[in-house]
């Protein structure tokens, strides 16, 4: 299985933007998709993650009420729908597939190229 994320890009603060993550190959319905992104000089943080076969969510607190973590199971995609952007939240964003429901970077095995989002004050 590979992790296909896409969607970024330059945006101002206030817009939205959506990225996708296209998962080619079965995902396991215990699988968790998460979202994570690394800001130039800081470590990769947890964003937020979604179980594949069910609808539990998780969200970091600096994004719970402007980004919303979805899937659709036919189309193997997780997507991960940003609003409100701030300047705070330019960093590049990955995808990535584990079997933990856990938002540590560690539980996650699979992981996508980044797709960098770039949010102008």
């Known amino acids: 299985v590979q992790l296909q994320a896409s969607g970024g890009g330059l945006v101002q603060a206030g817009d939205s933007l959506r990225l996708s993550c296209a998962a080619s190959?079965?995902?396991?319905?215990?699988?968790?998709l998460a979202w994570f992104r690394q800001a130039p000089g800081k470590e990769r943080e947890f964003v937020a993650l979604?179980?594949?076969?069910?609808?539990?969510?998780y969200y970091t607190d600096s994004v719970k009420g402007r980004f919303t973590i979805s899937r659709d199971n036919a189309k193997n995609t997780v997507y991960l729908q940003m609003d409100v952007l701030k300047a705070e939240d330019t960093a590049v964003y990955y995808c990535?597939?584990?079997?933990?429901?856990?938002?540590?970077?560690?539980?996650?095995?699979?992981w996508g190229q980044g797709t960098l989002v770039t949010v102008s004050s």
């Open positions: 990535a597939a584990g079997s933990q429901y856990d938002s540590s970077p560690l539980s996650y095995k699979l």
């Open positions: 190959g079965r995902i396991f319905s215990s699988s968790v």
């Open positions: 979604i179980r594949w076969s069910r609808d539990t969510t």
